[in-house]
Structures are given as structure tokens and as C-alpha cells.
């Protein structure tokens, strides 16, 4: 066999064995950069501004077009005004492209505790056991574009849920951050009440302030009272709220005051009337207030009632045409 023969013929193994060789290299690199960080973070240093990770063990593979992260016994903390809201979760794993679009995949599995503290000080722990949850993060330039949550099978001792999502991307077109809220089958162990569909989609208004925080660089406090400073606001376009007979609607804009207390006023329709008792889901001073005020001024064979929600300096006031109920106070975001 001649020369050139035997080049042709072995030419694409060769070429393959390079391919092959980059890419162990290309993912090795990614994989210790991966290790190191991890390794830091489990030392105490922060993986963004007042953001923690600590675990009781790691494992890295998914060679060689994936990286795949399983962590033991996570704790993801972040910091705030009143102490850390952390979330320790039994099983949770990190998947990544080593090619491609920068996007992470996020997965939590077995016990989930969701810890906070309160305005007055008092600690809170929810405990629950999801089917499934899993979330989606795509970066687009160095700064989160995109980021998608969904829980499926949420139970706990005292909350279920058929399913609940959230979504948050960067408009491409607009300075603003579009949101999406969605549950399916909420509903509270002890009261055997369902609700069957909430949903609520709005825009953060000026959201160029943000962008520090989503590319990982600023603290979220920080972020959110530049936000605010720059004329921020959250704009619910679209709320609907299903419930044996009764539906509720809603749209507004709400802002923080430089108390980082929520201040602004949402519109509302109510229909089915007569079946609505929110106290039978949550009792606290608002439902309370909204019951109320709807029985009181409950007019038969109306359509709907319009009710209007005004917060200002955290106290909520709740009307309906000249009747009006205080409905408590709403606690500073931080």
C-alpha cells in the first residue's frame, strides 16, 4: 500500500483521536474549575454577593458534552435584613452544557426546608417533600436572561400543591423584566379547601438597576434599593384567582417607599359573591377585611363587585365605593 493510501485511511482516526482529546481537555478544565469553586464555597466563600452554599459531599461527571453536579445534604443561604432565608435540601444536583448556549439545569429532590425569619424576629421552617422540582437558568452575555422554577407534587403537613411555576426572563426589547406566577391546587391540609387555579403576570418596570444582581456581581438588597431609587416598580398586568364559584381579577402597580415597605393600589373584580369566604383558606387581618367588606356591601343579581386594594406606608386599606376596611399591615421586603 502506498503512502498516500495509508494517510487517507488513517487520517480520520487521527483526526478523531484530537477531537476526542480536546474535548476530555475541555472538560476537565470545566470540571476543576467547578471542583475549585465548590470547594471554596464549601470553605465559606460566597458564590455571589450574601448568596451561601455548603454540603456534605459532591460528585462531578457527565463527560463530555455535560457537566452534572450532585451535592448531599445542601444548604443554599441568602442574606437579608433579618437573618438568612436558606433552603436545606436532601439531594440536589447542578447540570450544565460544556457546549453551546450557557444555561444550567437545577434539581432538588427528597426533603426540602425552606427556613426565615420574621419582622418581629420569630424563626419559620416549611418543611415539604416535592414530586419533582426543577429549574432552568440561561445566561445570555455574562447576566442571568432567563430563569424558570416548577414544583410539581408539592406536600407538607400543611400545604399541597397540584403544581406551581415561576418564570422570569429579561424583555428583549424593553427594559423590563417580564414574571409569570402560576399554582394549580393549592390548598391547606387542615382546612381540605382547594384552589384550583391562581395566576399572575406582570413586568419590573426599569429593570436596568437589576443588572448588577443578575450578572452576580451586586447583593440583592443593595440592587433592589437602586431599583427603587431609579423609579422601579412591579406592575401586576393580569391576576386571576379561581375558587368554587367565585373568581377574582385584578391589575395595578405597586412600588416600595423608603421604608422598603410596598405602597401602591390594585384594582379587583369579584364575582360569585355570595360563595366568597377567604377566611376559610387563610384567616389573617385581610381576608378578614375582604369578607367583610364584601358581605356588607353584597348587592343582589350584581355581576361583579369592583373592590380596590390601597397600601400605603404598609397598611393595607381594602373599598368598595364609599365602604372601606382596614385590612393589617404589611411587613418592610427588608
Known sequence: MRYSNRLFLYAPFVALLIIAAIAMFHWRQIANDWESRLL????????????????????????????????????????STRGPISLASE???????????????????????????????????????????????????????????????LRSSSLIAARAQFHIRAAPDRDVLDFVIRGDDLGLQSAHLILPHLNIEGRMMHAAPLSPLLSGHDEWRRAVSDWRMNNGALRVDKMNVDW????????????????????????????????????????????????KL?????????????????????????????????????????
Open 40 to 79: 471554596l464555597a464549601n470553605n465559606g466563600q460566597e458564590i455571589a454577593p450574601g448568596v451561601s452554599l455548603h454540603f456534605a459531599s459532591e460528585e462531578i461527571g457527565g463527560f463530555p458534552f455535560n457537566l452534572d453536579v450532585v451535592l448531599e445534604k445542601c444548604v443554599v443561604a441568602l442574606q
Open 91 to 153: 439531594h440536589f444536583a447542578i447540570h450544565a452544557l460544556t457546549y453551546g448556549r450557557a444555561q444550567q439545569i437545577l434539581e432538588a429532590a427528597g426533603l426540602q426546608t425552606l427556613t426565615w425569619t420574621d419582622a418581629e424576629g420569630g424563626t419559620h421552617r416549611f418543611v415539604f417533600i416535592p414530586g419533582s422540582l426543577r429549574a432552568s437558568a440561561i445566561e445570555t452575555e455574562g447576566r442571568l436572561a432567563r430563569f424558570d422554577l416548577d414544583l410539581h407534587a
Open 244 to 291: 368554587d364559584a367565585s373568581h377574582v381579577t385584578a391589575n395595578g402597580v405597586l412600588l416600595l417607599d423608603d421604608g422598603n415597605r410596598i405602597s401602591g393600589e390594585m384594582k379587583m373584580q369579584l364575582s360569585g359573591v355570595e360563595q366568597w369566604r377567604p377566611t376559610r383558606l387563610v384567616k389573617s387581618s385581610f381576608t378578614f377585611a375582604l369578607e
Open 294 to 334: 364584601t358581605h356588607a356591601t353584597l348587592q343582589p343579581h350584581a355581576a361583579a363587585l369592583p373592590l380596590t386594594l390601597d397600601v400605603h406606608n404598609g397598611a393595607a386599606i381594602v373599598s368598595t365605593g364609599a365602604n372601606s376596611r382596614a385590612a393589617g399591615s404589611i411587613d418592610p421586603v427588608f
